[in-house]
Every structure is written in C-alpha cells, then in structure tokens.
C-alpha cells in the first residue's frame, strides 16, 4: 500500500525541552492514524511540523515521498487550531469565502456540508452554532478543497458525549470516503473506535506503533460462574489457564495463548458442570497502553 507519510528522526526541541525526540513513522494511504499520548507528549508539535507550522529541529519528513512544498500540502486538510469563521456569516457563506482562499470548487460544499451533517443548519450564522457544530464546520472547511488526508487534532475535546458520538461517526465517514486521516487525541476509547492504526508518544518518544486491531489479540480474560463448590480448584486444573482471579463473585481466568472460552466451557461439560454465565474480555487498549508507558521508562 502507498506511503503516504514518513518522518525520519523527526525532532523538535523548544529551548532545552525536546518536545518531539527522533520520531520514525509511517502512515498507508486510507489508514486512519491515531496519534496517541498523553497531555505535552508532542502531539500537536508533531502536527505541526507536518504541516509546515513549526519548524523541525532536527530529522525531516515526506508526503507521498516527498519532501513537503506548497503542492504536497495542498493534498492535506487539517483542523488544527480553531479556524477562524466569521460570525456573522452563514456556514454555507463562511465555506465559500474557505474555498475561495483555498482556490476549491465551490461544488464541493453541498458535499462537504452532507458529510459533517450540517445541511439543515448551512443558512444560520455560525455564531448561533453549538461547539459540536462549529467543529464540524471546521472539519467541512478543512475537506472543502478534496484534501487526500486530513490531520485533526482532538477533534472531539469539549465536546459532550452526543457531540464526541456525531465527530466519531463522521471521521468513519471520511475514512469510507477513502481518504487517509491522521488524527491526535489523548483518549484511548476513541483511538480504539476510530483508528485503523495507532502510535503512542510519551514525552514526545515514540513507544509503540502498529495496528489498533492487534490490540486485542494475545492474552484473553474469560469471566466465569458455575454453581460448584470447587470452581476454583477445578478451574485450576485447567490447561488453558495461566491464572485465576476472583472478581466481584466471577472467576476471571487469565487464558495462555491459543486457549479460548470454548476450550474452558467444554472442560467444565466434561466435568458434569454447566456454566451459568461465561464471557470473554480481551485485555483492552488501556491495559496494553499503560503497559508500554511504564515498560519504556524515558
Ligand atoms: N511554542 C512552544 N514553546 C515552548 N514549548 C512548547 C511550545 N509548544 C509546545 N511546547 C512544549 O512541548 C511539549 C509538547 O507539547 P504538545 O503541545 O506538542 O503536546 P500535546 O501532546 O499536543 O499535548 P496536549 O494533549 O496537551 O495537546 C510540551 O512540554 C509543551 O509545553
Ligand atoms: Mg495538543
């Protein structure tokens, strides 16, 4: 699949603060690209220097490999900071002033306002928006010009639930759409929910990099009840289980790789045991996150 970013030691330092340290990463066109970290990890530095904001101190980076000009960037649409809307314009009108600069085709707008879902409401000024729909005006403008990707950084802070769940689904839209998205965002859940794929920076070290759906594999937890006085001894003599817990009145049994719930219900069939409640959780992106960061002290 086509590279469509790469970074080679990309480095910034602010003064004696190495805010980004020798970054190394890759995004695949129709990737989307979660940029994972806690608060001052080197996040929105590193979107900045993408997109040609901050300057690099060290190390370099290409679009689709080459090295960033006004021509590659006209390729990236990006929500970086609050744009600048005037207020007293209708979304609709704000958008055609966005495409003018941008030299866009103002056909593009019914399409871009479809996507964001903010047809019914393009004709009210955009002072009379909520938060969600100024972010998703945001989202259109960076879209008008039909970037091939587009760079959102914490696309959904501030927002409340119903307003985090409409930014998520349309992100999904986009990436159906086939464009390649690189977002920021310090929240696992939505990294989890809407990335293809994912890197985890700590003070802007690069711990981890690699597909989201990996996240759920190796290790599974199976939750288990049965009416048995020696669950737990049985349990044990298990060859799929590495560990057993008991939990708010569940055994939870920590299965060795290539075991499965169904390997633990027939064991228990075979015993003359019926379980009465049996789930499996996979280890979650939280766990496996928070892993990383203590395993990679900086
Ligand atoms: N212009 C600047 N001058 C000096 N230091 C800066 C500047 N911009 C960022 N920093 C520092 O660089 C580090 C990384 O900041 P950055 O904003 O990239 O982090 P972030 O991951 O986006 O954090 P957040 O989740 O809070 O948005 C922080 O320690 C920050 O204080
Ligand atoms: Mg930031």
């Known amino acids: 699949m086509e590279t469509v970013l790469s970074t080679d030691k990309l480095t910034k330092h602010f003064g004696k603060l190495c805010a980004v340290n020798q970054l190394d990463l890759e995004v695949k066109r129709g990737q989307v690209f979660g940029m994972l970290g806690p ?3 080197g996040k929105t530095t590193t979107l900045g220097m993408l997109m040609g904001v901050v300057n690099p101190s ?6 689709f490999g080459e090295p960033a000009t006004h021509h590659t960037r006209k390729k990236i649409g990006a929500v970086l900071e609050h744009p600048i809307f005037y207020p007293y314009l209708s979304g609709q009108k704000n958008l055609e002033l966005n495409a003018l600069i941008k030299g866009a085709d103002p056909a593009n707008i019914a399409k871009v306002l479809e996507i964001v879902e903010l047809t019914a409401r393009k004709d009210d000024k955009y002072q009379t928006y909520s938060l969600g729909m100024k972010q998703r005006l945001a989202i259109a403008s960076a879209l008008v010009s039909d970037p091939i990707i587009l760079i959102l950084d914490e696309p959904t802070n501030g927002l409340d639930p119903m307003g985090i769940a409409e930014i998520r689904e349309i992100i999904k839209r ?3 759409d086939g464009k390649t998205i690189i977002l920021a965002s310090h929240l696992l859940d939505e990294v989890q929910k809407v990335c293809t794929h994912f890197a985890v920076l700590k003070r802007g070290n690069l711990m981890h990099i690699g597909p989201v759906d990996d996240v759920g594999k190796g290790e599974e937890i199976v939750e288990v009840q049965a009416y048995h006085d020696d669950l737990s001894i049985l349990l044990q003599e298990f060859v799929g ?15 060795k790789e290539g075991y499965h719930a169904k390997d633990l219900n027939r064991f228990l069939f075979d015993k003359g045991i019926v379980a009465s409640h049996l789930h499996t959780r996979q280890k979650s992106l939280e766990k496996q996150f928070l892993e990383i960061l203590a395993d990679h002290k900086v």
């Open 58 to 63: 060290a190390g370099s980076f290409s679009w």
């Open 241 to 255: 289980s590495a560990s057993i817990k008991k939990e708010n009145g569940l055994f939870e049994v920590m299965m």
């Open 39 to 41: 608060n001052g990890s």
């Open 174 to 176: 986009i990436a159906a």
